[in-house]
């Protein structure tokens, strides 16, 4: 079992920059394959990044593909989203989210374990 708390929202400018992070606690983290996925307003909850246990692997989704970094330091079990040039579109609500394998990264429904989410807010 593990516990995921994200962090680091907020309202930025188009351009801007912020760096979410997912704090685990329970079972230690690098036990999970880690991912950021994103909701926006009457959107379907959306791909971001990937990264796997070690912190070896990453993926990223086409539309964030290199304006955003997925890390970890698992010696403090926190998973970070850097996010640069980000745009209105952007918006949404942030979530961590973990499973023990490495499958399917990109499916939400192959993950066991969801935090509460962070909102990130774009504005142009």
């Known amino acids: 079992q593990v516990q995921l708390v994200e962090s680091g929202g907020g309202s930025v400018q188009t351009g801007g920059s912020l760096r979410l992070s997912c704090a685990a606690s329970?079972?230690?983290?690098?036990?999970?394959?880690v991912a950021w996925f994103r909701q926006g307003p009457g959107k379907e909850r959306e791909f971001v990044a990937a990264?796997?246990?070690?912190?070896?692997?990453?993926l990223y989704g086409d539309s964030v593909k290199g304006r955003v970094t997925i890390s970890r330091d698992n010696a403090k079990n926190t998973v970070f989203l850097q996010m640069n040039s980000l745009k209105p579109e952007d918006t949404a609500i942030y979530y961590c989210a973990a499973q023990a394998l490495w499958s399917r990264p990109t499916t939400p429904n192959t993950y066991d374990y969801w935090g509460q989410g962070t909102q990130v807010t774009v504005s142009s």
């Open positions: 990264i796997t246990r070690s912190g070896g692997n990453t």
């Open positions: 329970g079972r230690t983290s690098s036990s999970y394959a």
